[in-house]
């Protein structure tokens, strides 16, 4: 676990890293600039750069944490990228209900694997699912989000790279 700088949360949990563009806002992704430095300084995980990576030996890490925490769930990934394993995933859900005293902020900019998964499975009440919202073109997340049963939902958004109109 490392303690976060983002003002929303208070740590990240990154159980994959590495991603592939699939936006106008993924232009700006400090993820892919901090894993060239993590991958320059031989930090483990990083060995492949960006390259999508899942971390299975970072599974149980949520579980040694006693301290009630909000985590950013990978902030160096997203957890619905196309590459993602549903059993990955589940065993990733499976760490969320094991650690009910923890709140996990997950954001993706894949709606629709987003849709996919939760088709036949709950959201943790400890789950929070949030989309990315930076053009205009991008407002069909919100309705795609709108469609899961999710105790809290959110958006982010950022970068804003035009204006949205109004949003409800």
Not at 61 to 68: C, N, S
Request: hydrophobic share 35%.
């Amino acid at each position: 676990m490392k303690q976060s700088k983002i003002e929303w949360t208070e740590a990240t949990w990154n159980p994959s890293i590495g991603c592939d563009k699939v936006s106008a806002g993924c232009k700006f992704c400090y993820a892919e600039v901090m894993s060239q430095r993590l991958q320059a300084m031989r930090t483990p995980g990083y060995e492949n750069g960006f390259e999508f990576t899942i971390l299975p030996d970072r599974l149980e890490i949520p579980k040694r944490i006693k301290k009630p925490t909000k985590f950013f769930v990978n902030s160096m990934s997203d957890l619905f990228h196309e590459k993602m394993p549903y059993s990955f995933l589940d065993q990733v859900f499976k760490t969320i209900r094991e650690t009910p005293h923890h709140t996990y902020q997950i954001l993706t900019k894949r709606e629709k694997n987003l849709i996919k998964y939760f088709a036949n499975r709950a959201v943790p009440k400890n789950g929070w699912l949030g989309v990315t919202v930076e053009i205009t073109k991008k407002k069909n997340r919100i309705d795609a989000l709108r469609s899961i049963d999710a105790k809290i939902r959110f958006l982010s958004i950022e970068p804003l790279l035009e204006f949205i109109g109004k949003l409800d």
